[in-house]
Protein backbone atom coordinates (compact mmCIF):
# COMPACT_ATOMS: atom_id res chain seq x y z
CA UNK A 1 0.00 0.00 0.00
CA UNK A 2 2.73 1.88 1.12
CA UNK A 3 4.70 1.72 -2.74
CA UNK A 4 1.24 2.25 -4.33
CA UNK A 5 0.80 5.61 -2.07
CA UNK A 6 4.40 6.65 -3.17
CA UNK A 7 3.78 5.83 -7.00
CA UNK A 8 0.36 7.61 -6.68
CA UNK A 9 2.38 10.67 -5.49
CA UNK A 10 5.19 10.54 -8.28
CA UNK A 11 2.49 10.57 -10.81
CA UNK A 12 1.09 13.31 -9.63
CA UNK A 13 3.98 15.58 -9.32
CA UNK A 14 5.69 13.68 -13.55
CA UNK A 15 1.88 15.06 -14.54
CA UNK A 16 2.28 18.85 -12.42
CA UNK A 17 5.42 18.72 -14.57
CA UNK A 18 4.07 17.67 -18.07
CA UNK A 19 1.12 19.87 -17.91
CA UNK A 20 2.93 23.34 -16.84
CA UNK A 21 3.23 25.50 -19.33
CA UNK A 22 6.41 26.29 -20.87
CA UNK A 23 9.35 24.24 -20.67
CA UNK A 24 11.65 24.32 -17.50
CA UNK A 25 15.00 23.58 -17.02
CA UNK A 26 14.57 20.38 -14.44
CA UNK A 27 12.21 19.01 -17.33
CA UNK A 28 14.51 19.66 -20.19
CA UNK A 29 17.25 18.25 -18.45
CA UNK A 30 14.94 15.45 -17.49
CA UNK A 31 14.36 14.47 -20.96
CA UNK A 32 17.63 14.69 -21.86
CA UNK A 33 19.10 12.05 -18.60
CA UNK A 34 16.08 9.70 -18.99
CA UNK A 35 15.64 6.55 -21.00
CA UNK A 36 13.88 6.97 -24.25
CA UNK A 37 10.31 5.19 -22.92
CA UNK A 38 10.03 7.71 -19.58
CA UNK A 39 11.45 11.23 -22.07
CA UNK A 40 8.36 9.88 -24.63
CA UNK A 41 5.94 9.69 -21.71
CA UNK A 42 2.93 12.74 -22.20
CA UNK A 43 0.69 13.77 -19.85
CA UNK A 44 -2.29 11.80 -20.61
CA UNK A 45 -0.16 8.97 -20.24
CA UNK A 46 0.88 9.69 -16.81
CA UNK A 47 -3.02 10.64 -16.03
CA UNK A 48 -4.13 7.25 -17.37
CA UNK A 49 -1.18 5.96 -14.92
CA UNK A 50 -2.94 7.90 -12.09
CA UNK A 51 -5.65 6.88 -12.78
CA UNK A 52 -5.01 2.93 -12.67
CA UNK A 53 -3.45 3.42 -9.59
CA UNK A 54 -5.90 5.44 -7.70
CA UNK A 55 -8.30 2.75 -8.95
CA UNK A 56 -6.32 0.23 -7.48
CA UNK A 57 -5.55 2.05 -4.34
CA UNK A 58 -9.51 2.27 -4.09
CA UNK A 59 -9.37 -1.30 -4.50
CA UNK A 60 -7.15 -2.11 -1.41
CA UNK A 61 -8.45 0.73 1.08
CA UNK A 62 -12.15 -1.10 0.09
CA UNK A 63 -13.97 -2.15 3.56
CA UNK A 64 -15.17 -5.75 2.46
CA UNK A 65 -10.99 -6.58 1.68
CA UNK A 66 -10.14 -4.96 4.64
CA UNK A 67 -12.48 -7.47 7.05
CA UNK A 68 -11.19 -10.36 4.73
CA UNK A 69 -7.61 -9.40 5.83
CA UNK A 70 -8.86 -9.19 8.98
CA UNK A 71 -10.28 -12.62 9.16
CA UNK A 72 -7.23 -14.37 8.04
CA UNK A 73 -4.96 -12.39 10.07
CA UNK A 74 -6.27 -12.32 12.88
CA UNK A 75 -8.20 -14.78 15.54
CA UNK A 76 -9.57 -12.13 18.11
CA UNK A 77 -11.16 -10.48 15.05
CA UNK A 78 -13.10 -13.62 14.32
CA UNK A 79 -13.92 -14.29 17.78
CA UNK A 80 -15.77 -11.31 18.10
CA UNK A 81 -17.40 -11.45 14.45
CA UNK A 82 -18.09 -14.76 15.56
CA UNK A 83 -20.10 -13.10 18.74
CA UNK A 84 -22.03 -10.71 16.93
CA UNK A 85 -23.20 -12.80 14.64
CA UNK A 86 -24.39 -14.94 18.06
CA UNK A 87 -25.89 -12.11 19.47
CA UNK A 88 -27.93 -11.33 16.09
CA UNK A 89 -28.87 -14.42 15.72
CA UNK A 90 -30.35 -14.74 18.85
CA UNK A 91 -32.29 -11.01 18.31
CA UNK A 92 -33.72 -12.23 15.06
CA UNK A 93 -34.82 -15.45 17.26
CA UNK A 94 -36.32 -13.14 19.68
CA UNK A 95 -38.38 -10.70 16.76
CA UNK A 96 -39.12 -13.63 15.16
CA UNK A 97 -41.34 -14.35 18.61
CA UNK A 98 -42.51 -11.38 19.13
CA UNK A 99 -43.80 -11.39 15.32
CA UNK A 100 -45.60 -14.31 15.89
CA UNK A 101 -47.14 -13.08 18.90
CA UNK A 102 -48.00 -10.34 17.97
CA UNK A 103 -49.40 -12.08 14.92
CA UNK A 104 -51.52 -14.41 17.55
CA UNK A 105 -52.58 -11.00 19.17
CA UNK A 106 -54.29 -9.94 15.87
CA UNK A 107 -56.03 -12.80 15.27
CA UNK A 108 -57.58 -13.15 19.00
CA UNK A 109 -58.46 -9.18 18.33
CA UNK A 110 -60.12 -9.93 15.66
CA UNK A 111 -62.02 -12.96 17.08
CA UNK A 112 -63.25 -10.92 19.82
CA UNK A 113 -64.69 -8.13 17.96
CA UNK A 114 -66.54 -10.19 15.41
CA UNK A 115 -67.85 -11.70 19.27
CA UNK A 116 -68.49 -8.23 20.26
CA UNK A 117 -70.02 -7.04 16.57
CA UNK A 118 -73.80 -8.09 17.59
CA UNK A 119 -73.83 -7.19 20.97
CA UNK A 120 -73.24 -3.90 20.14
CA UNK A 121 -75.28 -3.61 17.82
CA UNK A 122 -77.72 -4.74 20.05
CA UNK A 123 -76.90 -2.26 22.49
CA UNK A 124 -77.40 0.58 19.53
CA UNK A 125 -80.60 -0.55 18.72
CA UNK A 126 -82.00 -0.14 22.75
CA UNK A 127 -80.07 3.04 23.35
CA UNK A 128 -82.27 3.94 19.84
CA UNK A 129 -85.39 2.83 21.12
CA UNK A 130 -84.76 4.08 25.12
CA UNK A 131 -83.85 7.39 23.09
CA UNK A 132 -87.74 7.61 21.09
CA UNK A 133 -88.97 6.71 24.64
CA UNK A 134 -87.75 9.45 26.47
CA UNK A 135 -88.59 11.93 23.24
CA UNK A 136 -92.39 10.62 23.70
CA UNK A 137 -92.02 10.62 27.45
CA UNK A 138 -91.31 14.66 26.96
CA UNK A 139 -93.31 15.41 24.42
CA UNK A 140 -96.52 14.63 26.96
CA UNK A 141 -94.95 17.12 29.65
CA UNK A 142 -94.61 19.60 27.39
CA UNK A 143 -98.30 19.46 25.99
CA UNK A 144 -97.31 17.16 23.06
CA UNK A 145 -94.63 19.29 21.38
CA UNK A 146 -91.67 17.75 19.41
CA UNK A 147 -89.07 17.29 21.44
CA UNK A 148 -85.33 16.22 19.78
CA UNK A 149 -82.66 14.88 22.21
CA UNK A 150 -79.31 16.49 21.22
CA UNK A 151 -75.96 15.60 22.33
CA UNK A 152 -73.68 12.84 22.40
CA UNK A 153 -76.31 10.25 22.45
CA UNK A 154 -76.51 11.02 18.95
CA UNK A 155 -72.60 11.26 17.95
CA UNK A 156 -72.91 7.37 19.39
CA UNK A 157 -75.62 6.23 17.60
CA UNK A 158 -74.03 7.90 14.24
CA UNK A 159 -70.80 6.66 14.88
CA UNK A 160 -72.04 3.14 15.13
CA UNK A 161 -74.39 2.88 12.54
Known sequence: IDDLQE???FLVSRKVELSGSGSSSSADLLRALAPEVVANTDAGDVRSMLAQVEKLLAAV????LRQLLMISTS???VERLQG???RKAGQEAKMLA???ETQARKQESRAALAGIQPKLAEVVD???KIKKAVE???SKQ????HINVLGEINNALTLTS
Open 142 to 145: FNGR
Open 7 to 9: LQA
Open 84 to 86: SLQ
Open 75 to 77: SRY
Open 136 to 138: AAL
Open 126 to 128: CTR
Open 98 to 100: AAA
Open 61 to 64: NDDR
